[in-house]
């Protein structure tokens, strides 16, 4: 049967080789046209992954407007259609280079620029792996628009989606994942572990939401003067849910994917990867249940995004046992870590920090302390010192961004169209026009 198999597929290279008019040749051994049949595969996996994290754009999206109210919705659409298609943009001139060019210090890449590495003629796995890497770009950059929600400026947010995916994503990813392609990262050569990107993705995102909140400051209402913090709930539950599922579909390219190789290896990163957010979502709903005395959604679905997040790093590298517990954890601290936020008057309407900055950096920890090949003090202590250069970098970077767009163009919006919704004074639009919105922002039906 497998020597028919391999005529099949020596039949059909020789007929795609005549129909094409190229120089293939119409007689190669059966190691060749096995190689050209892994070769295709690998494209095609790394494509298809590649579409579902893109979809994953879809599920932040809807997320974020079920978890804010319904004065605000045409914004943070606008908001994640936006930081896609100009990251993009700015991946394809500057970012890529700067993470996966050739790299003689390991700080950044020179080279592959505006894509200058692909050729007609050449190797097209360029743009398979540029299509791959983009779309995690973009998943940093609308990490932050969750955390940012219903006051930000729309045009500061498009300065800052900008430069996150041309320069502060890629000089960190640059560190952590530089020799995927023609680069070599300093801190990959100690033996950072990261394979999907806890930290390379979800830690930068998280830590640039934290440094984009913190110069915004809270939405208008949400603490007292008597220091009270007061719930703004967000407008559809439903909707949130939806994105959340949508998310976790997606993690199954973003994690699996990550490997751009269809072999056996991408079957335990699914389980792993499935089980971590199962793990994360039960113990966050525990977790809420003994904490307010309810099963809070709230929670319990930020709990399934806390254990994604988490087993992200190790989802290669550890057993699937191993990835239940790094999800239980997950979903225990993204509840306290959402509380703590509060106390101190971070306002995050979504917890994005604490799903993604905190629970990026328990996951790449973890890939650490449950590593299939063993655990040693080296490993430890490069596991922190990726998880302490990230927050350093990002945060520092993200800080002097956000302080600049607010000191030149600015980056909050007035009270009174905080007050009134952005969708109108930012787009004059109305996402729900056959309904009234009520004072608090919510929809009104009667």
């Not at 994290?53 to 004065?71: H, I, N, P, S, Y």
């Not at 640059?174 to 990959?188: K, Q, V």
């Not at 033996?191 to 999907?196: L, T, V």
């Not at 191993?322 to 954890?329: N, P, V």
Request: proline share 3%; glycine share 14%; charged share 10%.
């Amino acid at each position: 049967m497998k020597k028919v198999f391999l005529s099949f597929v020596l039949v059909m290279i020789w007929f795609t080789a005549a129909w094409a008019g190229d120089d293939t040749p119409t007689t190669i051994s059966n190691k060749e046209a096995i190689d050209l049949v892994q070769t295709h595969a690998n494209f095609l996996w790394t494509l298809v992954a590649a579409g579902l994290v893109f979809f994953m754009q879809a599920g932040f999206a809807l997320v974020e407007a079920g978890f804010t109210r319904a004065k605000n919705s045409i914004n943070i659409m606008m908001k994640n259609l936006m930081d896609f298609s100009m990251g993009s943009i700015g991946y394809w001139a500057v970012g890529f280079g700067l993470m996966f060019g050739v790299s003689k210090t390991g700080w950044f890449g020179t080279s592959g620029f505006f894509l200058s590495d692909f050729s007609p003629d050449g190797d097209p796995w360029v743009l398979a792996f540029w299509m791959f890497q983009v779309v995690f770009a973009a998943t940093a950059a609308t990490i932050v628009s969750g955390a940012m929600a219903e006051r930000t400026k729309f045009i500061g947010y498009l300065c800052y989606s900008l430069v996150l995916s041309m320069f502060i994503y890629p000089i960190f990813g640059s560190w952590a994942w530089g020799s995927l392609f023609n680069g070599s990262g300093w801190l990959e050569g100690l033996g950072f572990i990261d394979f999907a990107g806890s930290t390379v993705v979800h830690s930068v995102g998280g830590w640039a939401a934290l440094a984009g909140t913190i110069v915004l400051g809270p939405r208008l209402g949400k603490y007292t003067k008597d220091g009270e913090i007061k719930p703004i709930l967000g407008h559809n539950i439903p909707m949130a849910a939806l994105g959340v599922f949508i998310l976790w579909i997606g993690w199954f390219g973003f994690n699996p994917g990550s490997t751009t190789t269809a072999d056996k290896s991408i079957a335990m990163i699914f389980v792993n990867t499935n089980l971590a957010a199962a793990a994360g979502a039960i113990s966050a709903m525990i977790t809420s249940w003994i904490k307010f005395g309810k099963p809070e959604v709230g929670m319990s679905l930020n709990g399934a995004l806390a254990g994604l997040v988490a087993i992200t790093a190790g989802c290669a590298n550890v057993l699937p046992g191993s990835a239940i517990i790094i999800g239980l954890i997950a979903g225990i601290l993204v509840v306290f870590s959402v509380l703590f936020f509060d106390k101190i008057k971070v306002d995050d309407p979504v917890g994005a920090i604490s799903v993604h900055g905190v629970n990026g950096a328990w996951g790449t920890l973890a890939a650490g302390l449950f590593n299939i090949g063993g655990i040693t003090g080296k490993i430890i202590g490069v596991q922190l010192l990726g998880i302490g250069t990230c927050f350093v970098w990002t945060f520092i970077t993200a800080f002097i961004l956000f302080k600049l767009i607010d000191y030149t163009i600015g980056l909050r919006v007035s009270p009174e169209e905080e007050l009134e919704g952005l969708d109108s004074t930012e787009h004059g639009g109305t996402a729900y026009p056959d309904f009234g919105v009520s004072s608090h922002g919510g929809i009104d039906i009667t």
